[in-house]
């Protein structure tokens, strides 16, 4: 397709103007809402919520795991790849343990949500929002030269 024919294309759209977007191809009734009501099941919700702090189990497992591979590494003293492995070892172990509780935040977050349907898109969003502050990812650290 030739350039002009594509601007051609582009302002033949635009001087159609924006048409109205229709979910399920139902078309918006006055006031809103299509005729529709948004149902939510609450069992779903709160499974779903006790489903993701469940994951701290198993995190909890494979941190557990993680301490017991790192026990045999001993002095560390004169080997640079033994401190490398301890900054790896470090930066994964404080990254593990940040996504064993933002499952048991965000799974809290859930079940509240699913035992009263109450809060509002507003609030989950900020409660959100705070989840994500607190579990930032770690910043990357292997590979990096450092004092080289």
């Known amino acids: 397709m030739a350039w002009d024919e594509w601007e051609q294309l582009k302002a033949d759209a635009a001087a159609r103007g924006s048409t109205g977007m229709r979910l399920n191809h139902v078309p918006l009734e006055p006031g809103g809402g299509g005729g529709r009501d948004l149902k939510s099941d609450k069992k779903v919700w709160t499974q779903a919520g006790e489903d993701t702090k469940g994951l701290q189990d198993d995190v909890g497992k494979a941190?557990?795991?993680?301490?017991?591979?790192?026990?045999?590494?001993?002095e560390m003293s004169g080997v640079q790849s033994a401190a490398a492995q301890r900054e790896l070892y470090e930066s994964w172990k404080k990254y593990v343990t940040g996504v064993k509780g933002r499952c048991g935040e965000l799974g809290g977050l859930m079940e509240r949500s699913g035992h009263d349907l109450a809060m509002s898109d507003g609030e989950v969003q900020a409660e959100l929002e705070k989840i994500k502050a607190k579990y930032h990812d770690t910043e990357a650290v292997g590979g990096q030269a450092k004092d080289r």
Not at 63 to 74: A, E, I
């Open 63 to 74: 941190l557990g795991k993680l301490d017991d591979g790192q026990s045999g590494l001993g």
